[in-house]
């Protein structure tokens, strides 16, 4: 029963069967004006131009589905015959592949020294003006992306698809539905978390007569160097908060997703535009690492958000360092997601947790720097899961989910096949050292798409926390087994890896043993009963050790695209500073000077009433 049914049946055993009418109309005018109020308060204002960005946006024919390649690499001896990012003949170009299915989609110059000076200028002078707009103005454009993005939901998917050969489905999660709440969430609680904040000022009583407050200040030209897993949410989170907080910037995209980027790139360009203010508040970029430096140690920039890989982080910060900006770093995670025994009272029937545990793992074919690369059980929870995910993991079936349309595809391609050596080098030496490989553990090569990145779907059981496989992250479709003896162990064996992002507990509601977890798992984020709910959360998000420092995400992540400008008033009218004579430079009586100021600060932090009586007569007897 809705709530709406529940009030109605309430209001008629109330009244009798006359008044029920007057009941009755009331309660339907309310619900009708109620609807009208909602659905004004999420699409209203929405500017001039807003219909058709919405409804007959042009998107690429590469999304489409059944698209195939119009172009062979025999027709340019420019382009590389077996998928690569880079051609050196061609070192001016990024080229440009579906990983799902090899298929050429177009090559893209990498942004020379040039266009990151323009792009920095443009951005800087747009941002001069939009410094200056009000929430308000803010809050049309967000919203208007959100409608775009909620009715083009099909076509968005497909694009992030088609560069990154992950499935549809995972893409409405990972990419739309993240995207859509941290819209929401940024129009509904983003300016309370920017108002200006009031503190309680100095605790000595000698200076109560100031007040404290904090208001946030946009900073300039913000930096966000984004990874390729998401590639339309990694670059639509941080040009959210940072456009809301007043800021400008620039995306430096990964190479191996610039084709897309450009496509979500300028679908906000073009929504910034039709709500009146300069589209060149958003800038993409994207130069070979050899030129990313120069970005990275750009004067005009105030803010970097680095997400990647730690040799990388290096890099950027030894180049933002040089300039003196600050950064914000995400690195990568090696999540660890505990069972205990208690979590069901039974083990027979786990299935449910074995849907989160695969989703959490398999989401993205793994590529998720808060998936769960390390599920850790309690002893009757390993045996139970174990046989579960033997029966279900060998069933995930692999392909295009663009192309395959036959076919249900649980599982896509990885970015590429670059790191297929070290994945199944892992997994063998694993297997080697007393670990069961329960199914996977090699490359695939798919039936209908030869140049596609696959890895087999794996379940590797049985392992333990010295195997590297325990140690490096995986960033694949590998599910990792390790059995505890207890929830000491537990901690210890999740704890015993070099990064600290994310991590789950599944146990019993408020148990002492799930709470302990909770506290003492070394991550910045832990889900309970649940995985990675935390990002969808719009919590501070972070890690520590290995895995970054500083928090984006949340409210901590809009105050910290922003000057925290610490201001100091007068509280009352007519009483300010004034420096007593006692002390006014050239001193006059050094001796005197010195017992003032002692007795002074004796008198603003005394312990008692007596002590504050004697160090105030003190003062007062070497005040002239
Ligand atoms: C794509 O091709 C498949 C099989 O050839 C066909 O069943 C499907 O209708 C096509 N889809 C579109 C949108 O053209
Ligand atoms: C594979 O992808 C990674 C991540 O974007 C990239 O660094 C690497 O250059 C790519 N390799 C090839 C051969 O495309
Ligand atoms: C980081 O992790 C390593 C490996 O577990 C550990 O030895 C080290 O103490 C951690 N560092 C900090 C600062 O916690």
Request: proline content about 5%; hydrophobic content about 40%; some cysteine.
């Amino acid at each position: 029963m809705s709530l709406l049914e529940g009030l109605l049946d309430t209001a008629t055993t109330f009244v009798d069967a006359k008044s029920g009418y007057v009941v009755w109309a009331t309660l339907l005018i309310a619900t009708v004006l109620s609807a009208i109020l909602l659905v004004r308060q999420r699409s209203g204002g929405l500017p001039q131009g807003s219909h058709d960005f919405i409804h007959n946006y042009k998107f690429p024919v590469e999304s489409q589905p059944n698209w195939s390649q119009h172009y062979s690499p025999e027709d340019d001896v420019d382009v590389p015959s077996k998928p690569s990012i880079h051609n050196p003949n061609r070192p001016d170009l990024i080229h440009c592949y579906c990983p799902a299915t090899g298929q050429y989609l177009g090559r893209v110059p990498a942004s020379t020294k040039e266009d990151i000076d323009t792009a920095v200028r443009k951005c800087q002078n747009a941002q001069g003006v939009w410094q200056k707009t009000s929430f308000e103005d803010r809050k049309v454009v967000l919203r208007l992306l959100l409608e775009f993005l909620k009715k083009n939901q099909d076509e968005v998917v497909r694009i992030a698809c088609r560069d990154s050969g992950k499935t549809m489905v995972d893409a409405a999660l990972g990419e739309i539905m993240v995207t859509l709440e941290k819209l929401a969430w940024t129009l509904k609680y983003g300016e309370r978390a920017l108002r200006p904040s009031s503190r309680p000022g100095p605790a000595n009583l000698l200076i109560r007569y100031k007040t404290a407050e904090v208001v946030y200040e946009p900073l300039g030209v913000v930096l966000a160097i984004v990874s390729w897993n998401y590639p339309l949410h990694n670059i639509l989170n941080p040009i959210i908060a940072s456009i809301f907080t007043g800021n400008g910037i620039i995306v430096k995209c990964s190479e191996s997703v610039v084709w897309s980027s450009r496509y979500f790139v300028e679908m906000v360009q073009t929504c910034i535009g039709i709500c009146g203010h300069s589209p060149d508040l958003v800038q993409l970029v994207c130069p070979w690492p050899s030129e990313a430096d120069y970005l990275t140690a750009h004067a005009g920039i105030s803010h970097a958000t680095f997400i990647g890989s730690k040799p990388v982080a290096h890099k950027v910060l030894s180049a933002a360092g040089s300039v003196l900006t600050p950064v914000t770093v995400e690195l990568g995670g090696k999540d660890a997601a505990i069972v205990l025994d208690e979590y069901l009272p039974s083990w027979q029937a786990c299935d449910g947790i074995a849907s989160v545990l695969m989703r959490g793992t398999f989401q993205s074919a793994g590529q998720n720097c808060i998936g769960i690369e390390r599920i850790i059980c309690e002893p009757k929870a390993y045996e139970s899961l174990v046989k579960v995910l033997t029966k279900r993991v060998p069933q995930l079936r692999l392909g295009s989910s663009l192309d395959d349309h036959d076919k249900d595809i649980d599982v896509g391609a990885l970015i590429n096949d670059s790191r297929f050596d070290v994945l199944e080098r892992l997994i063998a030496d694993a297997a080697k050292t007393g670990a069961t490989l329960v199914c996977g553990g090699k490359r695939y090569s798919h039936p209908e798409h030869a140049l596609g990145s696959y890895f087999q779907p794996t379940l590797l059981v049985d392992v333990t926390p010295e195997m590297e496989i325990a140690k490096n992250e995986i960033f694949g479709p590998v599910m990792v087994l390790m059995k505890a003896e207890n929830t000491d162990d537990a901690i210890d064996m999740a704890n015993s890896a070099k990064f600290g992002l994310g991590g789950a507990v599944f146990g019993k509601r408020g148990s002492a043993a799930t709470e302990k977890v909770v506290r003492e798992m070394k991550t910045g984020n832990i889900a309970v009963n649940d995985f990675a709910t935390f990002y969808v959360c719009q919590l501070p998000f972070g890690g520590v050790n290995e895995s970054g420092y500083g928090k984006f995400g949340g409210e901590e992540g809009l105050r910290g695209l922003c000057n925290a400008k610490s201001i100091c008033r007068d509280r009352f009218p007519g009483i300010s500073t004034s420096i007593p004579p006692v002390v006014d430079y050239p001193l006059q009586n050094v001796n005197k000077a010195w017992k003032f100021v002692r007795a002074m600060n004796a008198a603003a932090y005394a312990a008692s009433v007596k002590e504050f009586a004697i160090s105030l007569g003190q003062l007062l007897s070497n005040m002239k």
